[in-house]
């Protein structure tokens, strides 16, 4: 059972417009999201996380926001750049102690930035 | 501080073997998660290593082992290597305390294959 989906494997926009990548999750105790960006051989960056108490967190050119009603959560890149070309990873946590001190990630989609 | 490292960067092995993966944390950094990559099957879960115990394991056979010493480093071990094995290993680290964030920062990886 996947709890955490990136149903897009692939986007493709034009440098200077908006990037929208977006991840669903099914666990209703996830209360913490990440998203990573990854690269070809090498490991995953962090980028921007945000917490279920707060529906928006922005970081310079990256947003994200999190529609717990809907369990969507989405990551804005505004304005994308080709060096953003990357794999984009969703993850999900629960932040409550106790045993879960693991992340759940989505399988990815892959962004090309066109010049 | 200097990132996460990991050790061999590139590993070759055949069917039957075993093999060991060595994680050096950021420095403060107590707990490690190591993670299997394969091409699109995003990131699984392995096991999560804090303070030298094991606090949560993810769904992999036994074949599949870590350990902590006291330093905060972390090996994991894999025995009677299959070809499924061939992946991207990955190894994380964390502050993580209860409570606080969940980010995990990456490091480049191992490249395991199988033949």
């Known amino acids: 059972d996947q709890q955490v989906k990136q149903n897009s494997p692939s986007l493709s926009v034009q440098e200077g417009r908006i990037s929208i990548l977006n991840c669903d999750y099914t666990?209703?105790?996830?209360?913490?999201f990440l998203w990573y960006k990854k690269y070809p051989a090498e490991g995953p960056t962090f980028l921007i996380s945000i917490s279920s108490i707060k529906d928006k967190n922005e970081d310079g050119r990256f947003t994200v926001f999190l529609n717990k009603s809907a369990k969507h959560l989405s990551l804005h890149i505004v304005p994308s750049q080709p060096g953003d070309s990357a794999v984009y990873f969703c993850a999900a946590g629960s932040n409550s102690g106790g045993s879960n001190y693991k992340l759940t990630f989505g399988k990815g989609t892959l962004l090309t930035v066109n010049p | 501080k200097a990132g996460v490292t990991q050790t061999p960067r590139y590993l070759i092995k055949t069917r039957g073997q075993q093999v060991t993966l060595s994680c050096s944390p950021i420095s403060g950094h107590r707990s490690v998660s190591w993670y299997q990559q394969t091409p699109g099957q995003g990131l699984q879960f392995l096991f999560e290593y804090f303070s030298e115990t094991q606090r949560n394991k993810g769904n992999f056979p036994g074949r599949f082992s870590g350990r902590q010493f006291s330093n905060s480093r972390s090996e994991m071990n894999v025995s009677t290597l299959e070809l499924g094995d061939s992946a991207l290993y990955l190894c994380?680290?964390?502050?993580?305390?209860?409570?606080?964030?969940?980010?995990?920062?990456f490091g480049p990886g191992t490249r395991l294959t199988v033949t």
């Open positions: 666990n209703s105790m996830f209360d913490y």
């Open positions: 994380a680290s964390s502050p993580n305390v209860a409570g606080v964030s969940l980010e995990q920062y």
